[in-house]
């Protein structure tokens, strides 16, 4: 069965980086991208942008472009996302969600990497 | 402020229907972009209802069902249950962001 299994919580101090995986089994992981997704706290979910996993494509949220890397490794069968420049702001539930394609849908969904970003 | 646009809430009754409006334009779902729809509970992943405007994945009730016409899309629930109360998305993509995007979210109320 298809599994998305998330790194565990992260506490960072504003201007730090953080970077999730998303270790994927259970499909031939070169056939779909990763879709990112972050809820802030009282807040709806967002869109941060997609990366292939056959070609490395990426296409990310304008809000984010410059501080959001996405990227995929074959070798392990594992997504990623690293956010440079964190500021409270960036406080959130991170998911990671199998997708198609950049206007596709998550099918099946990480379980959530909580970032804490506070001094 | 999302490209998509849901009211805030929603409530019925146990047994009622209820719908949820998400509201486009030219550039998303006009634009013919599939909307998916996705239950949302605190503390889990979301989970996918409706893909491609009207389809359901293997193991969604047929209690839920997806339609979109011009700009826009709805979910409709029958049928209501107490553990239907959820936040529900939904999402599609635009061309002048070049991007995917959520709408803000319904908070569904079962009396």
């Known amino acids: 069965q298809v599994q998305l299994v998330q790194s565990g919580t992260e506490v960072k101090k504003p201007g730090a980086s953080v970077k999730v995986s998303c270790k994927a089994s259970g499909y031939r992981f070169n056939d779909y991208g990763f879709m990112w997704v972050r809820q802030a706290p009282g807040q709806g979910l967002e869109w941060m942008g997609w990366?292939?996993?056959?070609?490395?494509?990426?296409n990310s949220a304008q809000n984010l472009q410059g501080r959001v890397t996405m990227t995929t490794d074959t070798s392990t069968s594992t997504a990623y996302m690293e956010l440079r420049s964190l500021t409270s702001d960036d406080t959130a539930v991170y998911y990671c969600a199998r997708s198609g394609y950049p206007y596709s849908y998550g099918h099946y969904w990480g379980q959530g990497t909580l970032v804490t970003v506070s001094s | 402020q999302s490209v998509l646009t849901q009211p805030p809430s929603v409530s019925g009754a146990p047994g009622q229907r209820v719908t949820i409006s998400c509201t486009g334009s030219?550039?998303?779902?006009?634009?013919?972009?599939?909307v998916h729809w996705y239950q949302h509970l605190p503390g889990t992943a979301p989970r996918l209802l409706i893909y491609g405007n009207s389809n359901r994945p293997s193991g969604v009730p047929d209690r839920f069902s997806g339609s979109k016409s011009d700009t826009s899309a709805s979910l409709a629930i029958t049928g209501l249950q107490a553990d239907d109360e959820a936040d529900y998305y939904c999402q599609s993509y635009d061309s002048s962001l070049s991007a995917s995007a959520f709408g803000g979210g319904t908070k569904l109320t079962v009396l």
């Open positions: 990366v292939s996993a056959y070609n490395g494509n990426t």
């Open positions: 030219s550039s998303n779902i006009g634009a013919g972009y599939d």
